[in-house]
């Protein structure tokens, strides 16, 4: 559900991207130290390659021509928190938009917004949290994973709408493109929800302190041992990025496809000039030819994991220090 720059006008961009900014500045902000301990900074990388490269993954949505794929929201939140579960989530639309043309910079505060915004900061505490408060079971995680996953998309889908009415994009009509995007991602949100649900169980079973420690916004107990977490969602994320990515589905995805039944085409031509700053557009090689091997596909994967863990984990590590001297100089101005 990747908004491109075509989709937007620039006063639509830019607002969206000064509003994604303060998100994101409000969650720098209210992250707890807690949340950013020496145990879970590892987590919070790890966990942003592994939803970079399930970004790859289009499944089809089978009798509609379509395909979809996970965001990860409601994932990141239950493993991380709500605030770090957007920056980690961020690091992964940049990476996504800078090195691979997945989103356009003018639509970047839009993708945000809609992918990371909604199911981080709105689904995942007013509708997750509270699926799940009477207790931590394998049962109400993988409800609330669903029902929370579902919701999501179809805020975010809506979100898309709205963004194209109020940019003037005149060749999608309000009423046929709600008709359309909202039914398609329905369907899209519920194979999130029971990924999502599939991975946060299997954490849970292996690590319940993970999950706990997020949901309750504490640190990860130091006699809880998450190597092994990490270690498997790092081997996970690289067979995605190198191998699965490779047996994609070809069909459009749900905004694409929506597109596509409305214009005819699944891309609209931008007006004005495009910056292009992709190294490997589309996840290939620069003009690599249609019989290419998929070798390309495989290092995008792999490397844009990779960036996505050194983005992610640099950028919570930074906020941890802050962090971390903010504390020391409270408790000497107390003292």
């Known amino acids: 559900m990747h908004m491109a720059d075509s989709l937007l006008s620039p006063p639509v961009g830019a607002s969206m991207c000064a509003v994604s900014a303060a998100a994101l500045a409000l969650s720098a902000a209210k992250v707890k130290r807690d949340e950013l301990c020496e145990k879970k900074i590892?987590?919070?990388?790890?966990?942003?390659?592994?939803?970079?490269?399930?970004q790859m993954i289009n499944f089809t949505i089978p009798g509609t021509g379509s395909s979809g794929h996970i965001g990860g929201g409601i994932l990141l939140a239950a493993m991380l928190g709500s605030h770090p579960a957007l920056l980690s989530l961020s690091a992964v639309l940049i990476i996504q938009c800078l090195f691979f043309a997945d989103g356009g910079l003018l639509a970047l505060g839009c993708n945000i917004f809609n992918l990371g915004v909604i199911p981080c900061l709105v689904v995942y505490p007013l509708l997750y949290r509270p699926l799940v408060k009477k207790g931590l079971t394998a049962g109400r995680i993988t409800a609330a994973s669903i029902v929370a996953a579902v919701v999501?998309?179809?805020?975010?889908?809506?979100?898309?709408?709205?963004?194209?009415?109020?940019?003037?994009?005149?060749?999608?009509?309000?009423?046929?493109?709600?008709?359309?995007?909202?039914?398609?991602?329905l369907a899209i949100g519920i194979i999130e929800g029971i990924v999502t649900a599939s991975v946060l169980c299997?954490?849970?079973?292996?690590?319940?302190?993970?999950i706990e420690s997020s949901f309750e916004g504490t640190a990860v107990k130091k006699e809880a041992p998450v190597r092994n977490v990490i270690a498997i969602l790092a081997a996970i994320a690289l067979l995605t990025g190198g191998v699965l990515s490779l047996f994609v589905s070809t069909h459009p995805d749900g905004l694409e496809w929506s597109i596509e039944k409305i214009t005819g085409t699944t891309e609209l031509e931008p007006e004005g000039p495009v910056i292009k700053t992709a190294f490997m557009p589309d996840y290939d090689f620069p003009n690599a030819a249609d019989e290419d091997s998929g070798i390309g596909t495989a290092v995008a994967g792999i490397t844009g994991g990779l960036f996505t863990f050194i983005l992610a984990g640099i950028s919570v590590f930074i906020i941890s220090l802050y962090k971390r001297k903010q504390r020391n100089r409270d408790a000497v101005a107390e003292s």
């Open 42 to 54: 590892p987590v919070i990388g790890v966990t942003g390659a592994f939803i970079f490269t399930a």
């Open 152 to 185: 999501s998309l179809q805020l975010g889908a809506f979100a898309v709408v709205l963004q194209t009415l109020l940019s003037g994009i005149t060749q999608l009509p309000f009423g046929t493109f709600v008709l359309l995007m909202q039914p398609i991602h």
């Open 202 to 210: 299997f954490v849970y079973k292996m690590r319940p302190e993970i």
